[in-house]
């Protein structure tokens, strides 16, 4: 399977990669130099940055003491992903935007070759921000980069016989994954995303982000591990 993307490319990159149990030098490495590879061939990246552990942590922290809304849990998880962001931002300083992308109007034209952004509002994921950069920006699509590296039917890890998709529709996919946005919760694309999505005829692209070989066989036309939603 190959996709073609235009100039811009935008990257919902999971919290989970960038800080599994602590921040992930080596991979953050290597995505450093995956992206700058590709901005040679006139590539543009929006990154969105995902919270990771890091908002597990605090929002389990905030828990232990007090009890905590959707909200508060929302606000804790924006706040990881911002420093996240800062962490990008910073590796790819001389390239990137000198402020992080952290709500929906603040950067009217995309004009640097990257361009990185964080969570932006409670009850917003960051799925939902790559979704609303792609439908703001008019472009096709958007990679959602977590794990794993594609859309089944119900959890794998769980599961062996999981049934794996190449490609599926915004209606067959919303079937398989709760109605509801939830603080925390797992989905290769969230509800609210994939709701914005399917309404604005965007197409997600699930691979697994870790895995930098395949995601430039995507970048570069080639074949690649994946589900196209859309």
């Known amino acids: 399977m190959k996709y073609r993307f235009g100039k811009?490319?935008?990257?919902?990159?999971?919290?989970s990669i960038i800080y599994p149990?602590?921040?992930?030098?080596?991979?953050?490495?290597?995505?450093r130099t995956f992206v700058l590879s590709h901005l040679k061939n006139g590539k543009q990246f929006v990154v969105v940055c995902g919270g990771g552990k890091l908002a597990r942590i605090f929002q389990d922290a905030a828990g232990e003491i007090t009890s905590v809304t959707h909200e508060d849990k929302d606000w804790i998880g924006i706040h990881s992903t911002r420093l996240n962001a800062q962490l990008l931002r910073t590796v790819f300083k001389?390239?990137?935007?000198?402020?992080?992308?952290?709500?929906?109007?603040?950067?009217?034209?995309?004009?640097?070759?990257?361009?990185?952004?964080s969570g932006w509002h409670p009850g917003w994921s960051t799925d939902f921000v790559a979704a609303a950069i792609a439908k703001d920006f008019r472009i096709a699509e958007y990679i959602e980069a977590g794990k794993p590296a594609y859309v089944y039917d119900k959890d794998p890890f769980a599961f062996k016989g999981a049934k794996r998709f190449e490609d599926i529709s915004w209606k067959e996919y919303r079937g398989l994954i709760p109605a509801k946005w939830i603080?925390?919760?797992?989905?290769?694309?969230?509800?609210?995303?994939a709701k914005l999505s399917d309404n604005a005829g965007i197409k997600s692209i699930v691979?697994?982000?870790r895995d930098i070989e395949n995601f430039n066989n995507l970048i570069c036309g080639r074949n690649f591990r994946g589900t196209i939603i859309g």
């Open 94 to 117: 001389k390239e990137a935007a000198p402020v992080v992308f952290d709500h929906r109007r603040k950067i009217k034209k995309i004009t640097h070759p990257v361009t990185i952004a």
């Open 183 to 193: 603080p925390g919760s797992h989905a290769p694309v969230d509800p609210v995303a």
């Open 21 to 31: 149990d602590i921040i992930d030098i080596s991979y953050v490495k290597k995505f």
């Open 207 to 209: 691979v697994d982000g």
């Open 8 to 15: 811009v490319i935008v990257i919902s990159l999971g919290g």
